[in-house]
């Protein structure tokens, strides 16, 4: 079992920056960050391979968020600039417990984090 903790969320207004962190208690493999906002289902933001060489973005964030990891700390990040009142959403981090899979789905990921959440005034 590998325990995921987000931080890094809070208020910002619109044009800003937040990076939010998510630290494993254990290796992961393929990781995530998804968000959620009331009423709506959780969507896929961005995810990154276990190597760090290949990520991929949801359209909407494409350009303005980063995601990165850094396996000596079992941490991934995501540094979101440019942010916009519709970034606003409580923001998850998921894992993979097996690699070699770079995916959007989320019945995909094996562990999930508590939330963060991140409102963006205008």
């Not at 937040?18 to 630290?23: G, K, N, P, Q």
């Not at 923001?91 to 899979?101: E, F, S």
Request: hydrophobic letters at 30%; one cysteine or more; a positive charge.
């Amino acid at each position: 079992q590998v325990h995921l903790v987000e931080s890094g969320g809070g208020l910002v207004q619109a044009g800003g920056s937040l990076r939010l962190s998510c630290a494993a208690s254990g290796r992961t493999y393929t990781m995530g960050w998804f968000r959620q906002t009331p009423g709506k289902e959780r969507e896929f933001v961005a995810a990154i391979l276990w190597t760090g060489t290949s990520t991929y973005y949801a359209d909407s964030v494409k350009g303005r968020f980063t995601i990165s990891r850094d396996n000596a700390k079992n941490t991934v990040y995501l540094q979101m600039n440019s942010l916009k009142p519709e970034d606003t959403a409580v923001y998850y981090c998921a894992a993979r417990q097996i690699g070699g899979l770079l995916t959007t789905t989320r019945r995909e990921y094996d562990y999930w984090g508590q939330g963060t959440q991140v409102t963006v005034s205008s």
